[in-house]
């Protein structure tokens, strides 16, 4: 709490009200040597640094400012920072537990006796809106004229910086080694000594405002605020007291300003959309501080793509602007030639420019508009500035840590009074807050993006049934705010019509869950163009994630991975109806028939993926009518805190038992039973299909005796077989792979051989035999006589392969049937 004092005439000062309500702020105030040695602490400093007055009194400043690096003195940290072009007073703060905190920073130069010198730090972190109103050590002062006193135990003064004088009229010489009240006697004084006595002894910061007359200059009434601080020594003992006061005679705008500032506090990143900050910082700042106000970031910051533009000397192409926020004091704010949203030209050598190569703000009391200025080469702007009468001008820049995020214009035009340095101050500082707020922002949609990227390429982006099956997905991650989980799904197109499904789970959410998510797909992917029967999958999957989780425990760097999935892989042939399918711990599926009637198959549980209990998968084979419906789920979409896991699979067959329905529907149906209106604690995902078959007309399929006619009959019946079909410009290309397959059949095989041809979205043909090795492409020397049949097949066919059947394997090539292909 504040207070205010009464006023008499003369260099004298009111007692000030009962000094029994302290009001502190979050400001870390340091004294240190030239040398940069602490040597003196307060609360504040250890509130906010973590470190106690023993741990830093008597060490470098660089142990919690990490920017004074091996600056060997204080005067030279001071004008290393001045001569940085993108140094705007915030630095880093080491916390005592490792962290790095975002600070503003005020470093003042004071003296003592025999031109001996002290440097004063202030260090303020997440200002409150008290201590915002009472702002001595704020960031906003940091070109303000403060003055600053230190005094010992007995309260006399041993440093002093130069602008107290004009605060008191005392000057330095008759300050130091004086107590205030020997320098300026008086009851006011004497009120104010007693306070600092109370900071001794309570080692609390407190806060007063009072008004004086000044013995000096013009007879004119000035109102103060005054902080003091208690500094401790290597003992954590009181060593004195330090007193920071600031002029804020125009008391009511001040009041004003720092409302804003305290609003700002709490408005300002309310949201991580950097549009709605900026439209905030619009906002706060008409009409106190502009009649006018434009906010433009650089193109990147909204979308979180590109690298940051650095401040510095313009490149050959200069950055892109975009509107992000408007505020005027006229509805419609007619004074933008551009919305929200629009981009916005730069206009060469022009304020915006040197803001931008410079890094620092621009101030134009009085617009100049006369023929040859910027403004009479931009018609847009100089029309709007005609029209609407603009006189006066601020630009800040919006920076953080070099990198430009944007520029603030601040325009008047019905407030007849130019800009003055206040004002610019004002702006800067609702313009830093406004900054770290964007670039926290800036940093999460950049995450944010990636995250998206990340969960386009691990999900597939369309789902492909091709002849076999419709499909329909929902997907529905618990980390809403980055969009990915560690569930995923897959529809894999296989050979001989047949599509394989697959539904998973990784154990935890988020991007960490997702990444694992993401190398598992691809290993599912990777297994399935194997051939693998379901139960062999698994298998192979489940050694996966154990390496997985070895590798990324034997990374020291790195968090353990959370070991465990589930999953479940099945199969269906369009030919057969037939779905052969598997699970490791994985829900099983819900098979709805044409009529309506729900079952859940009785298959085999399975262990979870990465237990490593070795215990082998089993498979399941079912005949599916045509028209099945089969839902293929995670846990997150049936199971609940309030209910068992039986509850939510019987309410997924209710939602789902309209056969008749699209997919699309049913899905939505299914997905708002369970969650209706409310984000999901699990990631959630429902992978809908309905089945297929192939007509018997698609399907052709012979066996061959195995011995020198198989070849002759296999060319005589698979042509036939294509005229049938109306595809005769396929015959020659398919007889000279069908006559290299079966020529492998007869030379490696001893049983009888069959050839399929199947007709569907490709033409598929298939050779098996009883023979279990498959075959694999060699090179060829040219003095070889053979050995050239799979690179003839290879260069026919579209795509070919080999999976493994009972009793043997099939060798397979597939032919597009939009085009003819030339030998």
Known sequence: MTSTDDVTPGNQLEPPDPPDMPDTIDSAIALLDEQGTVTGWTQAAERLAGYSASEVVGRSAALILPSFGDAPTTSAYVERCRAQNGWSGTTALRHRDGRTVDTGLRVSRVRGRQGTARWLVSVTGTLSGQAVNAAAGAPLLARAQIGIVVRDLNLRCTWVNDTMESHDGIRADRRLGRRFSEALPGAKAEALE??????????????????????????????????????????????????????????????????????????????????????????????????????????????????????????????????????????????????????????????????MRTGRSYLEPIMDTAEGTWVAQDPARARKIHEHGMHSMMIVPIRTRRALLGVALFVRTEDPAPFQEGDLLLAEELVSRAALSLDHARQYAREHTAALALQRNLLPRRLRGGSAVEVASRYLPADVDNGVGGDWFDVIPLSGARVALVVGDVVGHGLHAAATMGRLRTAVRTLADLELSPDELLAHLDDTVQRLAEEDADAPDQIPAVVGATCLYAVYDPVTRKCTMARAGHPPPAIIDPEGQVTFPDLPTGTPLGLGMGIPFEAVELELPEGSLLALYTDGLIETRDHDIDVGMHRLGNALARPARSLEDLCTRAMESFLPGRPPSDDVTLLLVRTRSLSPAQVASWTLPNDRTAVRRARRMAAGQLSAWGLEDLADTTKLIISELVTNAVRYSTGPIVLRLIQHQVLTCEVSDTDFCSPRPRRVRRTDEDGRGLFLVAQLARRWGARSVSGGKVVWAEEDLAATRLS
């Open 194 to 355: 007693a306070v600092m006595r109370q900071v001794l002894h309570s080692g609390t910061t407190r806060v007063h405002e009072y008004r004086s007359w000044l013995a000096t200059g013009l007879r004119r009434e000035h109102t103060f605020s005054a902080s003091f601080f208690c500094l401790q020594g290597a003992d954590g003992e009181p060593l004195g007291v330090c007193a920071i006061s600031i002029d804020i005679t125009e008391s009511r705008r001040a009041r004003e300003c720092l409302a804003v500032l305290g609003q700002a506090g709490s408005r300002l990143g309310s949201s991580l959309d950097v549009m709605q900050t900026s439209q905030e910082l619009a906002d706060l700042a008409v009409p106190l501080v502009a009649d006018y106000v434009a906010v433009d970031l650089e193109q990147s910051v909204p979308f979180g793509d590109g690298p940051p533009v650095r401040i510095g000397p313009t490149r050959e192409r200069p950055p892109v602007f975009r509107r992000a926020g408007l505020a005027s004091v006229q509805p419609g704010v007619p004074e933008s030639p551009w919305l929200r949203g629009e981009q916005v030209p730069v206009p060469p050598d022009s304020p915006l420019t040197d803001v």
